[in-house]
Structure formats: C-alpha cells, structure tokens
C-alpha cells in the first residue's frame, strides 16, 4: 500500500505547477493523514497540512487508490457512501480531469 507520502508525491505530478481548479482541496483519510491541495496560487502547492479547504473529500486510501488508478468510478464510489464530499461540489467535480 502506498504510504501517506507516496501519494503526496502523486498528486503532486498530478496538479503540477497549475491544474486550473483555482481553490483549495483536502482529501482526508481519517487516521492516514490529509493531503491539502492549495490551487489558489501559481505553482500550486501540495501538503499534508490540515487546513480548511473549498472542498474536503474524505475517503480511505484504499479507496483513493483505486480512484486514482482508475478501477474505482468517482461517481459510483459516491453514490455507495465510498466517498464524501463536503464544502463546494463544483470544485470535486473539476477534479476528474486530474485523475483522467
């Protein structure tokens, strides 16, 4: 399993220096920490700081890496509670184009 900083790393490449969202971003994995994505700024920044973002997706990391490979569907893992989302819906539904 990918450890908490394994998959900062990715979502770095994956944002690189402006993925166009153009706000903030929390995927929160309970216990396994946070990643904190902040597309306000140009280059965009990614951590493991847990600060109050647009958009929080909680979900575990299992289930994170299965979306990110693509064997987990978004909106599926919604509609079975797999994932949250709380704060601003438009921000998680740009997100697609970072895991496509």
């Known amino acids: 399993m990918a450890t908490l900083e394994e998959i900062t790393d990715g979502m770095r490449e994956r944002v690189g220096e402006d993925c166009g969202l153009n706000a903030t971003l929390k995927f929160d994995f309970g216990d396994d920490g946070v990643v904190f994505v902040d597309a306000t700024t140009v280059p965009n920044v990614v951590s493991n700081e847990d600060?109050?973002?647009?958009?929080?997706?909680?979900?575990?990391?299992?289930?994170?890496?299965?979306?990110?490979?693509?064997?987990?569907?978004?909106?599926?893992?919604?509609?079975?509670?797999?994932?949250?989302?709380?704060?601003?819906?438009?921000?998680?539904?740009?997100?697609?184009?970072?895991?496509?």
């Open 51 to 100: 600060n109050d973002a647009d958009c929080t997706i909680t979900i575990t990391r299992d289930n994170f890496l299965a979306l990110s490979k693509g064997e987990l569907d978004p909106t599926t893992a919604f509609m079975m509670g797999k994932l949250k989302i709380a704060g601003n819906m438009g921000i998680a539904m740009k997100l697609q184009s970072i895991f496509s």
